[in-house]
């Protein structure tokens, strides 16, 4: 039997070619704003999370789609470049490798739209034995929500039935069919997400208390993860709200932070962690993510995290 922390994490979810622009100040709707600076990078919340538990050092199973294109041939590149495992890239003929338009602005901040193209275009079929078996084998399931529900809610049903435990990085939010919450274990969302879920606006570790109220954690069967910006995340579960401290950095750009900290989520939960020490964990790692521009660039090694008492 191999333990846990070598099974790997499996991730199944969103590619996306990123275009970058930077610009002074973020454009309200009707503005137009020059933009200073523009450059492509890889991404998309799935890829972004498992280049992310790539360069922490876990064991990575990723399963994704792309089409026959310029872009999507870019992104094997780049990814064959560091050695990530790319047997699970599907290439589609007559598809669109999916297209993120990202504005940052100077603090860091941004603003993306997606054409989703191969990652919506995703058919439940395509879950097929490899992957089952991947799923089946893992340490922990990861999924988010670039591709279609009943993608992400086979892979969710497949990871329950196999007992293995199933995070959820529900972003971009969208209401979700009510057969999730009892699939998924750990729910990843960052502050905007949480406030769509709980109906108001959260910012602090404090606001998370609304979802004290939400059954599944009064019941101990889901703990909430919640990113907050430069302010860190909370962890929520039955026993209360557990604040994590953000980290001062310089921050260039936020672009894939909350990957970075879903990744890094994933890992610390595989490596045997509680999830209070797992989010202290990725809060260190998401704070390094945001030191450079563009979201696939800052994802951190494991040499370059802050050293710890957790590490
Ligand atoms: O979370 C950041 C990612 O979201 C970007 O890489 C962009 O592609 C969007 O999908």
């Known amino acids: 039997m191999v333990s846990n922390n070598h099974r790997p994490i499996c991730v199944i979810g969103s590619i996306v070619y990123d275009l970058v622009m930077t610009v002074e100040h973020l454009p309200s709707v009707g503005e137009t704003v020059p933009a200073s600076g523009f450059n492509t990078f890889i991404g998309g919340k799935g890829l ?60 860091g901040r941004n603003l993306i739209g997606g054409f ?109 993860v919640v990113t907050l910006g430069d302010r860190g995340a909370a962890v929520v579960d039955a026993s209360g709200v557990t604040e994590i401290p953000g980290i001062k950095v310089n921050a260039i750009d936020s672009t894939g932070a909350g990957d970075s900290f879903t990744g890094g989520f994933a890992v610390g939960i595989a490596e045997g962690m509680n999830p209070v020490d797992a989010a202290h964990f990725a809060n260190r790692v998401a704070s390094q993510s945001v030191t450079k521009l563009g979201g696939m660039t800052g994802l951190p090694k494991r040499t370059e995290i802050l050293v710890s008492k957790i590490l």
């Open 116 to 224: 989703r193209a191969a990652n919506m275009n995703y058919h439940v079929d395509e879950i097929d034995q490899i992957t089952h078996e991947a799923i089946k084998s893992a340490s922990i399931v990861s999924l988010q929500l670039e591709t279609p529900d009943d993608v992400v809610e086979k892979c969710l049903r497949l990871a329950k039935d196999a007992g293995v435990p199933t995070l959820l990085n529900a972003a971009p939010w969208r209401d979700l069919p009510d057969s999730f919450q009892e699939l998924v274990d750990y729910w990843c969302v960052n502050e905007i997400e949480c406030g769509q879920f709980a109906n108001c606006d959260i910012k602090t570790a404090d606001d998370c208390t609304v979802l004290k109220d939400h059954k599944p954690i009064i019941d101990g069967e889901q703990i909430w």
């Open 48 to 107: 972004n999370q498992a280049v992310q538990i790539h360069r922490l050092d876990a064991p990575l199973a990723f399963y994704g789609r792309i089409g026959n294109d310029h872009y999507g041939t870019e992104v094997l590149e780049v990814l064959r470049s560091e050695a990530f495992p790319t047997n699970g890239i599907k290439i589609v003929d007559g598809d669109h490798t999916a297209i993120g338009m990202i504005y940052v602005a100077p603090d």
